[in-house]
């Protein structure tokens, strides 16, 4: 199997090397004492790699450790990939951003929008201008999170069976229409919140190529970048290298196994583009690089320069950042300085993030704390994977980012 490796010398990319080795001593002290079972961590430059670490345990019941194949759940970090088979699709004259979902899932054209009252009883309006494949891609939609526990849409989607997965049963087709027939949250394309509209834009990357999202992400996206691991599931040649899920235990905040995230033993019926991705360290490096590099890896052109460039512009209503039309989202990062692209988050304002960063970094993670940012900028590209949910348990990605930029002396 492909694997990463250290291609260059950190002085030669710009890094001090013993300030790059801080990333290693700080994050050990996470395994150490329990607050992460291991984890696998690369940082690249101008396409080259001068920090690449593993350390702790993949499976700490078996003791088996964090090794450069492990396999991860990417979660929500499939959100960027979905979107980039989206955006194949529009480069191709195949869907605009500004067409309406219903015209490729038609019960989307009746969602009502949530105006008040009790889960029990809501009062609804009409949608003042149709949902968009645009409004899927910024999570402008008005579509939510079952597991978000904050409003009475939430309590709907559960009430659907639809909070940590998708009822037995469902493919994405199915879910998506069990989705259309709830409320939306809001208006679409007046507010940012985090939900299943990247799984409802995978359903468009189906009904517009007639390929099942997994066949197309493997052909367009995966095979052309090399990126052999990943896919919906984890394949019986995988199985050894599959990382166990884990929680804190209250109290201790100590990692446990999780009662959840067993590996599944065949394809899923539900491919969701919006969490269900599972791969190496190796291949989002790839995927992460071809961000960085434009559209375009080791010969492969997945998207245009443009395309790319529009991707990492802040797309959210009248130009403001997630603190200023974004719900609240549990989550260890600020929403301050930060707005939101086509499946990225993009910084608009490093200042008000209060960290390193390079304003157009366009970066997402996943909810058993993975995470990874691209900023072409610097060329700089990062990935931390682990697994432990939730992602806001502890402050990684802000630490990680501060830890990297600070080993940045040319």
């Known amino acids: 199997m492909p694997a990463p490796a250290i291609t260059a010398e950190p002085k030669d990319l710009g890094f001090d090397a013993d300030r790059l080795a801080r990333i290693t001593s700080h994050f050990k002290a996470y395994v150490d004492d329990g607050r992460l079972p291991g984890w696998a961590i690369a940082v690249s430059r101008d396409g080259e790699t001068p920090y690449l670490e593993t350390y702790g345990k993949r499976d700490l019941e078996s003791g088996a450790p964090v090794e450069l194949d492990t396999v991860w759940r990417f979660y929500s970090m499939s959100k960027p990939i979905t979107t980039v088979a989206a955006m194949i699709l529009f480069e191709e004259g195949k869907l605009e951003l500004t067409d309406p979902v219903a015209k490729f899932i038609p019960s989307f054209a009746d969602t009502r929008v949530y105006s008040k009252g009790p889960a029990t009883n809501p009062g609804t309006v009409p949608q003042a201008q149709p949902m968009t494949v645009h409004n899927l891609m910024t999570h402008t939609s008005g579509l939510t999170y079952g597991f978000m526990y904050a409003t009475g849409v939430d309590h709907l989607y559960r009430q659907a069976g639809f909070e940590l997965g998708t009822p037995d049963g469902l493919d994405l087709a199915d879910a998506c229409d069990a989705w259309a027939a709830i409320p939306l949250l809001f208006q679409p394309g007046t507010e940012w919140n985090y939900s299943v509209s990247t799984d409802v834009l995978g359903r468009v990357v189906e009904v517009v190529s007639g390929q099942t999202l997994g066949d197309f992400i493997e052909e367009r996206i995966c095979r052309p970048l090399g990126m052999a691991d990943t896919s919906f599931w984890c394949t019986d040649e995988q199985a050894d290298r599959f990382a166990a899920l884990y929680v804190p235990r209250p109290g201790t905040r100590k990692a446990v196994p999780a009662p959840l995230g067993q590996r599944t033993s065949e394809p899923p019926i539900f491919l969701g583009g919006g969490g269900g991705l599972v791969g190496t360290l190796y291949d989002y490096m790839r995927f992460s690089q071809m961000i960085a590099n434009n559209g375009v890896l080791d010969g492969a052109r997945i998207l245009g320069s443009r ?70 900028k610097e060329a700089i590209t990062a990935q931390f994977m682990t697994q432990l949910l939730p992602s806001s348990t502890w402050p990684i990605r802000a630490e990680l980012r501060k830890l990297v930029y600070a080993a940045l002396v040319d």
Do not use: I
């Open 307 to 376: 395309t790319v460039d529009y991707m990492g512009q802040n797309h959210l209503p009248g130009g403001h950042d997630l603190a200023e039309v974004g719900r609240p989202l549990f989550t260890e990062s600020v929403f301050d300085g930060t707005g939101f692209g086509l499946g990225f988050s993009v910084v608009v304002d490093p200042v008000k993030t209060k960290n390193l960063c390079s304003k157009g970094e366009m970066a997402w993670g996943g909810a058993a704390s993975t995470a990874f940012w691209v900023d072409r």
